[in-house]
């Protein structure tokens, strides 16, 4: 084992490869971009890499979220309980709108013979 294989630990990529018409990303570890670049030419074939860069990966920063990434949450919750609204939404059936008309008709009922009785009493008291 050589001195900087210790001290200098391989480098990671981040790489674009065409596969089947579609595009994938993959991640490989090197020296350099070029020999990262001949490595996934010899797996994948040399049309098929797209891009190769370097990343850096700090093992004392923290993975935050990107405010795009919060935005997308708010709307699929948001759409979530929208849609759960709409499902667990009353919904009046056939027999609901009897039941209301009957009541309906009682209280019409009910207030014109109170006023019939008041018209009455009216006419009495007038005599």
């Keep these: 084992m050589r001195i900087n294989e210790v001290t200098s630990p391989l480098k990671k990529f981040i790489a674009t490869v065409s596969v089947k018409g579609t595009q994938a990303r993959t991640l490989i570890d090197a020296e350099s971009a ?9 797996q994948f074939g040399e049309k098929n890499v797209v891009s190769v860069s370097q990343i850096s990966l700090n093992e004392d920063a923290d993975i935050s979220i990107t405010p795009s990434q919060i935005k997308h949450e708010r709307i699929i919750r948001f759409l979530t309980q929208k849609l759960s609204r709409y499902a667990n939404k009353l919904r009046p059936t056939r027999q609901d709108y009897e039941a209301a008309i009957k009541r309906y008709m009682t209280k019409q009922k009910r207030a014109n013979l109170e006023f019939d009785q008041q018209q009455k009493i009216q006419q009495m008291r007038n005599k």
Aim: aromatic share 0%; hydrophobic share 45%.
């Design 34 to 42: 070029s020999q990262a670049r001949l490595m996934l030419e010899k």
